[in-house]
């Protein structure tokens, strides 16, 4: 028998009231929790010897459990004349001195100051229905009331689902009245699981206003959010900000539910924040995978993704994230990403610190006791030293950090925080310098320094980076992009003109400074900040051969095209992100590949030459209008796309009788590979220039 009301306004209807009772009987209704969930707020804010009224008692045990624990001193009122004659005849024997009175909380007939606590479990709520006047009206009766018969430092302790506007309405008043304002979340949705009687998807919280004594003039405010049963108060600026914190709750709670209930949400993240300062600590996603056959050893596992490691595919893009928990074997995979700028000891401790929350995201018929495993790769949470962080007014907040790799290498990247995931420039360190950072470390675990303590390793001066080597696929897939042109064989010896629009760390024009020693480089950057950075932090510097220009790429372009006398590039290439995060075209801008300025371009371009792009666009209609549009320019187009990434390199060339079949590309490409092999120069071994025109196609 479903005897929940079908809308909220019925919650306000004594008639309702009458005849749900009458339908219930004698068997108790607890609406919002029982005593045994209940019982850690009500003794934390109730003393045994007080003076308790219930307003709205209806058949509720609680008044029962709390006499029989020892608070005696109760007064029960509800506006329902059959309810109060079934708890009169419950206790009339057994708890003597605890009464039961048919009267209406918005006109009590007590004298002022009667009480010391006042208990509302759900009353509030089921007066509170709407927000029209009459019911405003009705509810600033019954808040005054509860004021009258309070004396100074007194409690109005009210169980409620905090909808937003019964936290506003009840907040606002006992703020306006002086009173202190605290909200206590007191029970989790995870607790209601799996009961046979539904109650409701949100948490329960409880309102605790503290009646102070009216000063005059005073305009002080007190809010403040106890976020878990035994956990601090959190003292909060504003009633706004006290509601947003216990909208975020009811948001978790909600999630928690639906993650219980049923699998395959789709693609569901979070953020668990550091209680004392607000900030991101850990970042975690779930990641359901039904077809995983279930047994009793395989429901639910936690995976730590070690530090520095987060932007990989397999961890930082949801079709990776699937790929690890389809090899992980389990029902599901929760990932945890740990946030730069914290402070982690170790495995053991975080999963101390992660255990109970984590718990509320187990999926419904997992077996009880079950240990739930923590998994990570090599077992280790990795390393992450933030070098450097700062500002830039056109990129924002940004930091430069090591991490080590999978070879116990160090990495230096480039992060701006706006895309946290996104490594915009990396470069790999010296044996050398990974050794210091790794010895050093070492000697800061004995330190124990504060988080925000910037680490002074060498600064990445030229010795301190690996030149030798590209770390980004989409970087080596623009190098082997030369094969294109004319001769490649020759190209050691062969002067050569390039335009690099984008700088970042400085990596790519570098590389092709170091290994093309004939070659003469202008690179465009819209940012002086990232001059600064790649000069300080990424071995970068400008020569005879290598000149930077810190200008709007497209003006830089739009000029030369406009010169009577305007230079000429055997290669030009775009590698720049977009600062619009709103756009489905992360790389390059779209102005970049307008046709007005795609014709721009084509005419520095000389006739054999090659325009290399690096595109990542998740929009596949706009993707195939930017193919389209290069093609109207450039009618000999090759596709390489990179692998686990959504990167894509685009080779333009200006004549489609030029097109070289893939046999004749790889050709190309291994012959140019040879002449950069030379005795002496840095090579990466692992670098194998065919390897990455292999998978070429054309438009």
Same mark, same amino acid.
């Given at each position: 028998?479903?005897?929940?009301?079908?809308?909220?306004?019925?919650?306000?209807?004594?008639?309702?009231?009458?005849?749900?009772?009458?339908?219930?009987?004698?068997?108790?209704?607890?609406?919002?929790?029982?005593?045994?969930?209940?019982?850690?707020?009500?003794?934390?804010?109730?003393?045994?010897?007080?003076?308790?009224?219930?307003?709205?008692?209806?058949?509720?045990?609680?008044?029962?459990?709390?006499?029989?624990?020892?608070?005696?001193?109760?007064?029960?009122?509800?506006?329902?004349?059959?309810?109060?004659?079934?708890?009169?005849?419950?206790?009339?024997?057994?708890?003597?001195?605890?009464?039961?009175?048919?009267?209406?909380?918005?006109?009590?007939?007590?004298?002022?100051?009667?009480?010391?606590?006042?208990?509302?479990?759900?009353?509030?709520?089921?007066?509170?229905?709407?927000?029209?006047?009459?019911?405003?009206?009705?509810?600033?009766?019954?808040?005054?009331?509860?004021?009258?018969?309070?004396?100074?430092?007194?409690?109005?302790?009210?169980?409620?689902?905090?909808?937003?506007?019964?936290?506003?309405?009840?907040?606002?008043?006992?703020?306006?009245?002086?009173?202190?304002?605290?909200?206590?979340?007191?029970?989790?949705?995870?607790?209601?699981?799996?009961?046979?009687?539904?109650?409701?998807?949100?948490?329960?919280?409880?309102?605790?206003?503290?009646?102070?004594?009216?000063?005059?003039?005073?305009?002080?405010?007190?809010?403040?959010?106890?976020?878990?049963?035994?956990?601090?108060?959190?003292?909060?600026?504003?009633?706004?900000?006290?509601?947003?914190?216990?909208?975020?709750?009811?948001?978790?709670?909600?999630?928690?539910?639906?993650?219980?209930?049923?699998?395959?949400?789709?693609?569901?993240?979070?953020?668990?924040?550091?209680?004392?300062?607000?900030?991101?600590?850990?970042?975690?996603?779930?990641?359901?995978?039904?077809?995983?056959?279930?047994?009793?050893?395989?429901?639910?596992?936690?995976?730590?993704?070690?530090?520095?490691?987060?932007?990989?595919?397999?961890?930082?893009?949801?079709?990776?994230?699937?790929?690890?928990?389809?090899?992980?074997?389990?029902?599901?995979?929760?990932?945890?990403?740990?946030?730069?700028?914290?402070?982690?000891?170790?495995?053991?401790?975080?999963?101390?610190?992660?255990?109970?929350?984590?718990?509320?995201?187990?999926?419904?018929?997992?077996?009880?006791?079950?240990?739930?495993?923590?998994?990570?790769?090599?077992?280790?949470?990795?390393?992450?030293?933030?070098?450097?962080?700062?500002?830039?007014?056109?990129?924002?907040?940004?930091?430069?950090?090591?991490?080590?790799?999978?070879?116990?290498?160090?990495?230096?990247?480039?992060?701006?925080?706006?895309?946290?995931?996104?490594?915009?420039?990396?470069?790999?360190?010296?044996?050398?310098?990974?050794?210091?950072?790794?010895?050093?470390?070492?000697?800061?675990?004995?330190?124990?320094?504060?988080?925000?303590?910037?680490?002074?390793?060498?600064?990445?001066?030229?010795?301190?980076?690996?030149?030798?080597? =590209?770390? #980004?696929?989409?970087?080596?897939?623009?190098?082997?992009? +030369? !094969?294109? /042109? %004319?001769?490649?064989?020759? &190209? @050691?010896?062969?002067?050569?003109?390039?335009?690099?629009?984008?700088?970042?760390?400085?990596?790519?024009?570098?590389?092709?400074?170091?290994?093309?020693?004939?070659?003469?480089?202008?690179?465009?950057?819209?940012?002086?900040?990232?001059?600064?950075?790649?000069?300080?932090?990424?071995?970068?510097?400008?020569?005879?051969?290598?000149?930077?220009?810190?200008?709007?790429?497209?003006?830089?372009?739009?000029?030369?095209?406009?010169?009577?006398?305007?230079?000429?590039?055997?290669?030009?290439?775009?590698?720049?992100?977009?600062?619009?995060?709103?756009?489905?075209?992360?790389?390059?801008?779209?102005?970049?590949?307008?046709?007005?300025?795609?014709?721009?371009?084509?005419?520095?371009?000389?006739?054999?030459?090659?325009?290399?792009?690096? =595109?990542? #666009?998740?929009?596949?209609?706009?993707?195939?209008?930017? +193919? !389209?549009? /290069? %093609?109207?320019?450039?009618? &000999? @187009?090759?596709?390489?796309?990179?692998?686990?990434?959504?990167?894509?390199?685009?080779?333009?060339?200006?004549?489609?009788?030029?097109?070289?079949?893939?046999?004749?590309?790889?050709?190309?490409?291994?012959?140019?590979?040879?002449?950069?092999?030379?005795?002496?120069?840095?090579?990466?071994?692992?670098?194998?220039?065919?390897?990455?025109?292999?998978?070429?196609?054309?438009?």
């Amino acid at each position: 028998m479903n005897l929940l009301p079908k809308s909220s306004k019925e919650f306000g209807s004594v008639d309702y009231w009458e005849k749900f009772f009458q339908q219930r009987g004698k068997k108790a209704f607890e609406w919002y929790g029982t005593y045994l969930e209940l019982c850690g707020v009500l003794h934390k804010y109730i003393k045994p010897r007080e003076k308790v009224l219930v307003v709205g008692c209806g058949n509720s045990e609680l008044s029962e459990q709390l006499y029989d624990v020892g608070y005696q001193d109760i007064v029960n009122i509800d506006i329902s004349e059959v309810v109060i004659k079934q708890m009169k005849e419950r206790n009339a024997s057994r708890r003597p001195r605890m009464s039961f009175l048919k009267m209406d909380m918005t006109q009590m007939e007590f004298p002022d100051a009667s009480f010391q606590v006042v208990l509302d479990k759900g009353t509030l709520d089921a007066v509170l229905t709407d927000e029209e006047e009459k019911t405003l009206q009705q509810v600033d009766r019954m808040l005054a009331e509860v004021g009258r018969v309070l004396q100074v430092g007194g409690r109005y302790l009210c169980i409620s689902l905090a909808q937003a506007h019964v936290l506003k309405k009840a907040v606002g008043h006992f703020s306006r009245e002086g009173w202190m304002v605290r909200v206590h979340q007191v029970a989790s949705s995870q607790d209601q699981l799996l009961e046979a009687e539904p109650r409701f998807s949100l948490p329960v919280f409880a309102f605790i206003m503290t009646k102070f004594r009216p000063v005059t003039g005073s305009a002080l405010q007190i809010f403040e959010l106890c976020a878990q049963e035994q956990g601090k108060p959190v003292r909060l600026e504003s009633a706004e900000r006290l509601a947003e914190a216990v909208r975020e709750r009811q948001q978790y709670a909600w999630l928690c539910s639906q993650l219980y209930r049923k699998a395959g949400l789709g693609s569901v993240s979070l953020d668990l924040c550091n209680g004392d300062t607000g900030e991101p600590r850990y970042t975690l996603h779930v990641v359901d995978s039904p077809t995983v056959k279930p047994s009793r050893d395989n429901h639910f596992a936690i995976f730590i993704i070690p530090q520095g490691r987060e932007t990989e595919w397999l961890f930082g893009m949801e079709e990776g994230r699937k790929q690890l928990a389809a090899s992980a074997g389990f029902r599901r995979l929760i990932t945890v990403a740990l946030h730069r700028g914290q402070q982690y000891e170790g495995m053991d401790s975080i999963q101390a610190e992660l255990s109970a929350r984590v718990m509320e995201l187990a999926p419904a018929g997992m077996p009880a006791q079950l240990q739930v495993p923590f998994l990570s790769v090599g077992g280790d949470i990795g390393v992450r030293i933030i070098q450097h962080q700062a500002c830039s007014p056109l990129s924002g907040d940004y930091v430069i950090e090591d991490v080590q790799g999978d070879d116990k290498r160090y990495f230096r990247r480039l992060i701006f925080l706006s895309n946290r995931n996104v490594v915009q420039s990396e470069a790999r360190l010296l044996q050398d310098v990974s050794h210091r950072a790794q010895k050093k470390r070492k000697k800061d675990r004995k330190k124990h320094r504060p988080p925000d303590t910037p680490e002074d390793l060498p600064a990445a001066q030229g010795q301190s980076i690996d030149k030798s080597y =590209l770390c #980004c696929e989409h970087h080596k897939a623009m190098i082997a992009g +030369l !094969a294109l /042109l %004319k001769n490649p064989e020759l &190209l @050691l010896e062969t002067p050569l003109a390039l335009l690099v629009v984008g700088l970042g760390g400085g990596s790519l024009p570098l590389f092709i400074h170091d290994h093309f020693p004939k070659s003469c480089i202008h690179a465009v950057e819209i940012d002086p900040s990232m001059l600064e950075v790649a000069t300080q932090w990424f071995g970068f510097s400008q020569s005879d051969r290598m000149k930077v220009h810190i200008a709007d790429g497209l003006d830089f372009i739009t000029c030369l095209a406009e010169e009577e006398a305007r230079p000429h590039y055997d290669v030009i290439m775009f590698d720049v992100d977009s600062k619009d995060p709103t756009l489905g075209m992360s790389c390059p801008p779209p102005a970049f590949v307008a046709q007005l300025f795609l014709q721009k371009v084509k005419s520095i371009l000389t006739p054999e030459g090659v325009f290399i792009l690096n =595109l990542v #666009c998740r929009d596949l209609g706009l993707k195939d209008s930017v +193919l !389209a549009g /290069l %093609k109207a320019v450039f009618p &000999l @187009l090759y596709v390489r796309r990179i692998e686990g990434e959504v990167n894509e390199i685009l080779f333009c060339q200006l004549h489609s009788e030029c097109k070289l079949d893939t046999p004749e590309l790889l050709e190309m490409a291994r012959a140019l590979e040879q002449t950069l092999r030379k005795p002496g120069k840095g090579w990466d071994d692992t670098y194998v220039l065919s390897d990455m025109l292999n998978t070429v196609k054309i438009v």
